[in-house]
Nanobody, 118 residues
C-alpha cells in the first residue's frame, strides 16, 4: 500500500525558507521519478519539482515559477524526498504534496501547508 507522509510546512514571512520532507513507503521509491506538487486555494494541483532516481547522478526539473528558489533532493536509502524552499513569496502559499512524477500514483498524502505572509 502506497503511503506518503509530508511534513515541514508552516507560516513564514516573504523571503523566508522552509524544508519539506516526504516519507514514502509501500512502493520502490528508488526506481521512480519523484516530484513535489502544490495546490493553492481555488487552483489545480501543479507539479513544481521532480527528480530522477540514480545512485550516481540525479536530474532535477523545476517549474519556471520556482526555478532558482526551490531545490529538490532525495535519499533512496531512507525512502525520503525533500524540498528546500528559499526566498519564499506569497504566491507560494499552498498545500504541498509529494508523489511519483509526472503521473502521480493513485494515493496522495495529507500534504503540508505552506503559508507565506507578513
Amino acid at each position: 500500500q502506497v503511503q506518503l507522509v509530508e511534513s515541514g510546512g508552516g507560516l513564514v514571512q516573504p523571503g523566508g525558507s522552509l524544508r519539506l520532507s516526504c516519507a514514502a513507503s509501500g512502493f520502490r521509491l528508488s526506481i521512480n521519478i519523484m516530484g513535489w506538487y502544490r495546490q493553492a486555494p481555488g487552483k489545480q494541483r501543479e507539479l513544481v519539482a521532480s527528480i530522477t532516481p540514480g545512485r550516481l547522478t540525479k536530474y532535477a526539473n523545476y517549474a519556471d515559477s520556482v526555478k532558482g528558489r526551490f531545490t529538490i533532493s532525495r535519499d533512496d536509502d531512507k525512502n525520503m524526498v525533500y524540498l528546500q524552499l528559499n526566498n519564499l513569496k506569497p504566491e507560494d502559499t499552498a498545500v504541498y504534496y509529494c508523489n511519483v512524477a509526472p503521473r502521480p500514483a493513485g494515493s496522495w498524502g495529507q500534504g503540508t501547508q505552506v503559508t507565506v505572509s507578513s
